[in-house]
Nanobody
Framework: QVQLVESGGGLVQAGGSLRLSCAAS???????MGWFRQVPGKEREFVAA????????RYADSVKGRFTISRDNAKNTVYLQMNSLKPEDTAVYYC???????????????WGQGTQVTVSS
């Protein structure tokens, strides 16, 4: 029932910034939301998560201090602000919805199609 569509990816130089957006439709936007990323040959990696009310956030150690997750429930949209980007941040980024904030991909029932982020050095 929930459809998630990511946008905002692209090519950026190391040290630059991007903001990813994930628009939700088809269901009430009362889920915890997460961002994950994946590179070829690797398992999907947790990046950040936020509770449905926005009061709880969680970040992977690799992005803490550089990335910020937020949500605008009026727009049914979750964001990932990415600053000080590094080449190792290059990946396909996915947003997902869960009934409870989690860093476990298996906890998420709904997934977007992904958006490519490429950071050049």
């Amino acid at each position: 029932q929930v459809q998630l569509v990511e946008s905002g990816g692209g090519l950026v130089q190391a040290g630059g910034s991007l903001r990813l957006s994930c628009a939700a439709s088809g269901r009430s936007f009362t889920y915890g939301m997460g961002w994950f990323r994946q590179v070829p040959g690797k398992e999907r990696e947790f990046v950040a998560a936020i509770s449905w009310g926005g009061g709880t956030t969680r970040y992977a150690d690799s992005v803490k201090g550089r990335f910020t997750i937020s949500r605008d429930n009026a727009k049914n949209t979750v964001y990932l602000q990415m600053n000080s980007l590094k080449p190792e941040d290059t990946a396909v980024y996915y947003c997902a919805a869960t009934g409870k904030v989690s860093d476990d991909a298996y906890s998420y029932a709904y997934w977007g199609q992904g958006t490519q982020v490429t950071v050049s050095s």
